[in-house]
């Protein structure tokens, strides 16, 4: 079993930038690829971003394509998610998630391939 903590959220006004860090203990960590999905009040939890287990491949949602990154160091058995010029509608609880399956070589998207929840960190971006 592996336990996640999010950390780095805040308030920010729009137009502004973030990184959001989610620390990793328990199972190896580098052998899973991993995910950052988001859920805004009364809103379904929504895919963000995932990386494969190397780092060597990412995907994206359409709506934070070239204003985030996802990016891992497995040294550090820690997952980043940099934000930038963010909007008022990607207001929400950020959650980390490990793949449910080892190895795989294309990180997926899908929320039910996801497990091992983080508690989620509060992100606000003020108009």
């Known amino acids: 079993q592996v336990q996640l903590v999010e950390s780095g959220g805040g308030l920010v006004q729009a137009g502004g930038s973030l990184r959001l860090s989610c620390s990793a203990s328990?199972?190896?960590?580098?052998?899973?690829?991993l995910g950052w999905f988001r859920q805004a009040p009364g809103k379904e939890r929504d895919f963000v971003a995932s990386?494969?287990?190397?780092?060597?491949?990412?995907a994206y949602a359409d709506s934070v394509k070239g204003r985030f990154t996802i990016s891992r160091d497995n040294a550090k058995n820690t997952l980043y998610l940099q934000m930038n010029n963010l909007k008022p509608d990607d207001t929400a609880v950020y959650y980390c998630?490990?793949?449910?399956?080892?190895?795989?070589?294309?990180?997926?998207?899908?929320?039910?391939?996801?497990?091992?929840w983080g508690q989620g960190t509060q992100v606000t971006v003020s108009s």
């Open positions: 998630a490990t793949d449910l399956s080892k190895g795989r070589l294309i990180p997926p998207i899908a929320l039910h391939d996801f497990g091992s």
């Open positions: 328990g199972r190896t960590f580098s052998s899973y690829a």
């Open positions: 990386i494969s287990w190397s780092g060597g491949r990412t």
